[in-house]
């Protein structure tokens, strides 16, 4: 039973943030103002899809879950424009990358390796972590 869903998510031109499942037969797909409209969106269409199926009695019902987790997938663009309060500067330095080519990889100018994605990804996660951590009291 597939238990999480990918999400593939893209801005389009004129502004609105569109997810597209991959990983499921057929396809869901939503769209939102900002990322957590998206999520939102995604999670209801996705309810909708499956209780459509269950009314069908499609044979697929068994290979998919009622309530899966969702893996949003962005690209470094994406992430920085879903994201603003992400600073490109601290970000490059957490990743050993040059601020100037993360910029480059935020505008669209170049394309980055999966390497260097993988390391943009790595110290986004240890800032979530690093920000979990954070207690008051």
Avoid: C
């Avoid at 790595?122 to 207690?135: D, I, N, P």
């Amino acid at each position: 039973m597939q238990k999480n869903v990918n999400v593939s998510v893209e801005k389009h031109k004129d502004g609105t943030y569109w997810g597209t499942t991959s990983n499921i037969p057929g396809v869901v797909s939503a769209f939102g103002s900002n990322l957590s409209e998206l999520k939102e969106s995604i999670t209801l269409a996705y309810k909708d899809y499956y209780e459509l199926a269950e009314e069908l009695e499609e044979d697929f019902l068994k290979e998919i879950a009622k309530n899966p987790t969702f893996k949003y997938h962005l690209d470094i663009k994406s992430v920085f424009e879903l994201l603003p309060e992400v600073k490109i500067s601290n970000i490059a330095e957490k990743a050993g990358i040059n601020t100037s080519l993360l910029r480059q990889y935020k505008t669209g100018k170049k394309a980055a390796s999966e390497e260097q994605a993988n390391k943009v990804l790595k110290a986004l996660h240890e800032l979530g972590q690093e920000l979990l951590s954070v207690s008051f009291g």
